[in-house]
């Protein structure tokens, strides 16, 4: 079992940025495949990104591809979403999720373990 811990949330100008972070502990963090997801108001959780085992690959929902980097210190049991040109459709609450599987999977049901979330707000 890994808990983790989100921060770094806030509010922000339409093209602004956010640095997200994760904070993991338990069990051996970089065993795990990490990702990123976010729930607006009336709409269903949707995936934003993940980074596999050692960092070195990543897979980027095409609504945020180019704008946000998805990274993690192995060492240091954290990760990172960077958020950049942000927009009001990027308004939600983010989750640091983590899954024990090799693909990265876009549906909630394939991750194993959420943080409690935090609020990212982008106004026009």
């Known amino acids: 079992q890994v808990q983790l811990v989100e921060s770094g949330g806030g509010s922000v100008q339409a093209g602004g940025s956010l640095r997200l972070s994760c904070a993991a502990s338990?069990?051996?963090?970089?065993?795990?495949?990490l990702g990123w997801f976010r729930h607006a108001p009336g709409k269903q959780r949707e995936f934003v990104a993940a980074v596999g085992w050692s960092g070195a690959l990543a897979y980027y929902a095409d609504s945020v591809k180019g704008r946000f980097t998805c990274s993690r210190d192995n060492a240091k049991n954290t990760a990172i979403l960077q958020m950049n040109s942000l927009k009001p459709e990027d308004t939600a609450i983010y989750y640091c999720?983590?899954?024990?599987?090799?693909?990265?999977?876009?549906?909630?049901?394939?991750?194993?373990?959420w943080g409690q979330g935090t609020q990212v707000t982008v106004s026009s």
């Open positions: 999720v983590v899954g024990q599987t090799s693909m990265f999977y876009t549906t909630p049901e394939y991750w194993n373990n």
């Open positions: 338990g069990r051996i963090f970089s065993s795990y495949l």
